[in-house]
């Protein structure tokens, strides 16, 4: 990997977060611009609002799978964690507003549980967390699919509400997911479980002969992944007013999610990453949806567009000389 | 493996031989023949060789996508776009052949170019542009699937003339035990053989090694980029064999192929080639379609609802790498497959410790 040496000329490196964010601008304006020969206004409120809307719910679930990339796993069973919470949180409201608190925790002890069953499988069975968490996922699809023909449940106005309001033009979903961003961004850096989670994506071997207990920083991973998915599927049950068993793999959470967090520069082997990479990386894709729907786009073609940004974006990154090593190792952190 | 060198008396050569059974890479095969006569059991025409044969031909498709991801996977890489190369190749065979039987030819020259150039495309950009597969494929899926949805307006569309679907459908009749030889049999049968010589071949060798360690693999003068390009170009042409088979039986939708790639991953981590390269045997990834496929019919035949399928699939895929994990594991400690994990780190961890610098230079 350490290719870029090797290389006759030194190129200006970058840091990858930066290069994300100089994406985004950069698709802001030809998005703006598309827009506007299209005879919209792209910076129109409700069209901020609009694309702020739609980084909340992958936001949600990207920033979890960040953290389990950074280990060196990844987790594709979030959209079926996302549909289970989204049903177990609206059976369990049936529209009364008394039982809001009883529904969103059992959705999140739900998912809490499906991430421990991911963490558990890949740190102590040693299974690739492909795999393991393709089989997990499995295995709550199969129940969904039996025990669920339809949407079910409903959920009351109160709860609703949170989908549908917003502090001026920034919706409160959006909010959320963004002050979640920031205390797991905190938690990455201010936390010794944090930094557990770089060092063992680094390098799990190396981590282990530091005296680093392995398994920890993964299996936390994987929950707080879980639980980002099922706050996701508690905020796509408020948008929809019912829990739905295939709101997950219809919006295709799983790859999206991974995509994003690749588009935001996390290194798909991990160890090295970040939250606000990330974030820029499910604004990118947000922007570009919202452009492609002004402009009237053929929405199977917006798939085409997707596939060919994210290989371009991570040539671009690994093609140019990215500086890869984050300053937090020049930094205090040494002294451990 | 080699353990050849001297003629060993019968007794350790039936040990051998259950060792390799119960080892990862012979466990699929004990885990399939047990499917197969508890399918026998349920429903003692199964093993009536004409309903056998259907039942091969059945798994045709989804083995001979699996023999050319096992390429893709030993190398260390992945293939996610398989199944839609699946629906573009019925789509094409499906709007470009139509009803003139003339067209049979070049349209399926057409579709393996179609085959090479997505490969190419794939592997190029994996290895040139150094982009993870994992990222490469899922972006050739999105963009394929995207085109084909394009194309078709998301519905069935096309009708291949009836004698090019003879290739998924029909067989050689009149066969005395069987009674039919279906072609995708005999197309399985050959692309079986075809794996197993490539795989024994050099490049078959250095592409293993090149999974196991790219940097090795470099010093000692492979190209890798191209041998790790062609298990890419391998994968999408056994995708274009099993699209050009489904067409066949399935049909002209864009949503033929759906989820192959994943299916296609699991038989291959079921015959024990493990995730992330250098360690798979080709003939071991072809009966972990079969063995996944025997468990569905199983399930069906146990009148088990069909919905709880993809439960008892992920139940199975966990336990079959948690078991060749800790296998692997165990033999690689302990020399002794069975061993408890246990002693064989008790066994290693001494002789490792004057040393640790040696284990970790590496990254």
Redesign the interface.
């Known amino acids: 990997m350490s290719?870029a040496t090797t290389r006759p000329k030194r190129r200006m490196r970058l840091d990858s977060t930066v290069i994300v964010y100089i994406a985004l601008i950069v698709v802001i304006i030809i998005g703006a611009i598309l827009v506007n020969t299209a005879g919209r206004n792209f910076f129109s409120l409700g069209n901020i609002r609009d694309i702020l809307t739609g980084m909340s719910v992958l936001g949600l679930v990207a920033v979890g799978q960040t953290l389990v990339i950074l280990t060196g796993s990844l987790d594709l069973s979030v959209p079926y964690v996302i549909s289970l919470s989204s049903l177990l949180a609206a059976e369990t409201m049936r529209g009364n507003p008394n039982n809001i608190a009883q529904g969103v925790l059992l959705a999140l002890a739900f998912a809490a549980i499906a991430g421990l069953a991911n963490g558990l499988?890949v740190t102590k069975?040693?299974?690739?967390g492909?795999?393991?968490t393709?089989?997990?996922?499995?295995?709550i699809?199969?129940?969904l699919?039996?025990n669920y023909q339809g949407s079910a449940g409903s959920v009351p106005a109160a709860f609703q509400f949170i989908g549908a309001t917003g502090l001026g033009p920034v919706p409160i979903s959006t909010i959320i997911m963004l002050a979640l961003a920031t205390l797991v961004f905190l938690f990455l850096r201010k936390t010794r479980m944090g930094h557990h989670i770089y060092a063992v994506g680094?390098?799990l071997?190396?981590s282990r002969?530091s005296g680093l207990r392995t398994a920890r920083p993964i299996i936390v991973a994987h929950v707080i992944c879980s639980v980002m998915a099922g706050l996701a599927g508690l905020l796509l049950a408020s948008r929809l007013g019912v829990g739905s068993p295939t709101v997950g793999s219809q919006g295709g959470y799983d790859?999206l999610s991974?995509?994003a967090v690749?588009l935001g520069g996390t290194i798909?082997?991990g160890g090295r990453g970040s939250i606000w990479g990330t974030i820029g990386g499910v604004a990118i894709f947000a922007v570009l949806d919202s452009v492609m729907s002004a402009i009237q786009f053929?929405p199977?073609?917006?798939?085409?567009?997707?596939?060919?940004v994210?290989?371009a974006a991570?040539?671009i990154y690994?093609?140019r000389g990215v500086e890869r090593r984050r300053a937090r190792f020049a930094t205090k952190e040494v002294q451990r | 493996m080699s353990d050849a060198t001297t003629a060993p008396a019968f007794g350790t050569r039936a040990l051998n031989a259950l060792r390799v059974l119960i080892s990862p890479r012979g466990a699929v095969f004990l885990l399939l023949a047990i499917l197969l006569v508890a399918i026998t059991a349920l429903n003692p025409n199964f093993a009536d060789p004409g309903q056998f044969i259907r039942f091969v031909q059945r798994v045709a498709p989804i083995a001979i996508v699996a023999i050319g991801q096992y390429f893709v996977i030993v190398s260390g890489e992945f293939d996610l776009s398989v199944g839609s190369v699946i629906a573009t190749q019925v789509v094409l065979a499906g709007n470009l052949i139509g009803q003139d039987e003339s067209k049979i030819v070049p349209v399926t020259l057409l579709m393996i170019g179609v085959g090479i150039l997505i490969g190419l495309i794939n592997g190029l950009v994996t290895t040139l542009l150094r982009v993870p597969s994992f990222i490469v494929t899922l972006g050739m899926m999105l963009a394929l699937l995207g085109i084909v949805y394009y194309v078709t307006g998301g519905s069935a569309s096309g009708n291949p003339v009836d004698s090019f679907r003879e290739i998924g459908r029909g067989g050689i009749r009149d066969v005395p035990i069987f009674g039919i030889i279906p072609w995708a049999v005999i197309i399985l049968a050959v692309t079986l053989a075809v794996a197993i010589l490539i795989s024994k071949s050099p490049y078959g060798k250095t592409l293993i090694a090149a999974g196991d360690n790219v940097t090795t693999q470099r010093y000692s003068g492979v190209r890798v980029w191209w041998v790790k390009t062609s298990a890419f170009v391998i994968s999408s042409l056994s995708a274009t064999i099993a699209g050009i088979l489904l067409v066949g039986y399935a049909g002209v939708h864009p949503s033929v192929g759906r989820g192959y790639e994943f299916i296609a991953i699991t038989a291959v981590v079921l015959g024990g080639v493990v995730l992330g390269g250098g360690r798979g045997w080709v003939v071991a990834a072809a009966a972990g379609a079969f063995t996944l496929e025997a468990l569905f019919t199983l399930l069906n035949f146990a009148d088990v609802p069909s919905t709880w399928r993809d439960t008892i699939q992920g139940v199975i895929i966990i336990a079959a790498v948690a078991y060749s994990a800790v296998a692997f594991r165990a033999r690689r400690k302990g020399r002794a497959p069975l061993a408890s994990p246990e002693q064989g780190k008790a066994s290693e961890s001494a002789p490792a410790d004057p040393a640790p610098h040696t284990t970790s230079m590496e990254g």
């Open positions: 290719t499988v069975l040693k299974v690739n492909f795999i393991a393709l089989g997990v996922g499995l295995i699809k199969g129940y699919d039996t680094g390098s071997e190396v002969l790859l991974i995509a690749v798909l082997a053929n199977f073609l917006k798939d085409v567009v997707r596939g060919v994210i290989v991570v040539a690994t093609g």
